[in-house]
């Protein structure tokens, strides 16, 4: 049976000051296409708006001013942050990603700017902040050698239901939606796999620390398009047979022309499109950058 998605993402979050009134008008515009509070244009099927996914492509914060400010103890309580007497730094950003409600995002470089221990913290609830409701997804990326990074792996690392590894690291996760009858919890629920990948250029531009990135060869298409596969194979062979692709390349072409045409059962891929940072925040005028799409399959 034919079902329509809605995927509601965005990418490249990283603060400056204006994200204090961005992220309002941010929110704003989520809320609409979720409850069809937008103009006639825009408006989705009752179908779409049960079925709507929330999703990023990385790059959700950045160190510098913003980042560092959530640490003033005056922030206690605000906005789902949680009280301490010595917050940790980026709590703000965490508390306003899960007030959009993102459901699952890929790491991208900038996650690594203060190196592995930062990535650690930005997971986990405690010192102020209530951690990620959402898993950070990579299928390219070796946690395992990282000793800040290897303890904040899912158990499984392809196929679990995303609202059970909050705050976790994982290759691929899960998202089950309505289905066609609009309501979840019934045997047509429709389960989506959803796979994160990082641009194998990460050491050369952030701190990953001990993790391994793969390919070695950052320009390695091949190699880099077969480790994505590994993930889209786990997923599928479950019987899921709709899996988008959360890609943080930092250009399209890569995306579009060197890993899309790549990927086998490219029938499994027609949402990746919708999904993947090829839009910098520097090449915007506004830092949140949002891509709204819908897609029909049967």
């Known amino acids: 049976m034919a079902i329509t998605l809605q995927i509601l993402h965005a990418s490249d ?8 009134d961005d992220s309002i008008g941010f929110s704003a515009i989520l809320e609409g296409f979720r409850t069809n509070d937008v103009a006639d244009q825009f408006k989705a099927s009752p ?39 010595a917050p940790t730094i980026g709590r703000a950003d965490v508390g306003i990603l899960n007030a959009f409600g993102v459901q699952a995002s890929v790491l991208g470089n900038h996650e690594f700017d203060l190196g592995t221990r930062q990535v650690r913290d930005i997971l986990r609830s405690g010192s102020g ?29 392809n196929t679990a239901e995303a609202s059970t590894i909050k705050g976790k690291l994982a290759k691929s996760t899960v998202i089950t939606v309505a289905g066609a009858d609009n309501i979840l919890g ?8 959803i796979v994160g990948a990082t641009t194998p250029t990460l050491r050369s531009i952030s701190s990953p620390g001990a993790v391994g990135v793969l390919p070695a060869n950052a320009t390695d298409y091949v190699a880099l398009a077969a480790e994505i596969q590994k993930s889209v194979d786990a997923l599928t062979s479950t019987g899921i047979n709709k899996v988008i692709l959360l890609a943080h390349m930092q250009q399209l072409n890569i995306e579009r022309d060197e890993l899309a045409p790549r990927l086998k059962k490219r029938r499994y891929h027609h949402c990746w499109r ?4 090829f839009t910098r925040c520097k090449r915007s005028p506004s830092p949140w950058h949002n891509r709204r799409g819908r897609l029909s399959h049967p």
Do not use: M
């Not at 979050?13 to 994200?19: H, K, L, T, V, W």
């Open 129 to 157: 902040s209530p951690g990620l409701n959402f898993p950070y997804l990579s299928t390219n990326l070796n946690f395992a050698p990282d000793e800040n990074l290897r303890t904040e792996l899912a158990t499984n690392q």
């Open 13 to 20: 979050f990283e603060a400056g000051i204006p994200a204090i």
């Open 47 to 85: 179908t779409a708006l049960a079925n709507t996914l929330t999703l990023s492509s990385g790059d959700n914060y950045i160190p510098g001013p913003f980042f560092n400010a959530s640490s003033d103890t005056s922030l206690n309580g605000v906005g789902g942050l949680t009280s301490s007497t």
């Open 274 to 277: 919708l999904a993947h940072a």
């Open 186 to 193: 019934t045997p047509d629920d429709e389960k989506i796999g």
